[in-house]
């Protein structure tokens, strides 16, 4: 890493020296470690949440709640499908407050299939 952008780079780094940066095939390999929101959110496909966003620079959708069924989630983004109205959305993580289940919610690698 060059020591130049990591003294400039505004706020302080994650990784620098000589320490290892995990790529993305070492984050795989150990989902049970992980505790990301995209991870839990993989654990619990196919449950219905509702999802309260805020969009700050937004006066017409300030705040809104999203109801529908967990598809697929990734690092920057959640897929719902509502099953009332039969609309999709891909909504970004940014805007997330928070996510509400009405059923226990998996987090854990001890919920991971043994096979």
Do not use: A, C
Request: aromatic fraction near 14%; charge should be negative.
């Amino acid at each position: 890493m060059n020591n130049n952008y990591v003294n400039n780079f505004p706020g302080k780094p994650i990784y620098s020296g000589t320490m290892t940066v995990p790529n993305q095939s070492s984050v795989n390999e150990i989902p049970d470690e992980q505790s990301y929101i995209e991870n839990i959110l993989r654990l619990n496909r196919g449950k219905t949440v509702e999802v309260y966003m805020s969009f700050p620079d937004s006066n017409e959708w300030r705040d809104k709640v999203f109801y529908g069924v967990i598809e697929q989630s990734g690092r920057d983004h959640i897929i719902l499908s509502d099953p009332r109205s039969g609309d999709w959305y891909l909504l970004l993580m940014i805007y997330v407050n928070y996510i509400k289940f009405d059923e226990r919610i998996i987090s854990s690698g001890e919920f991971y299939p043994t096979n």
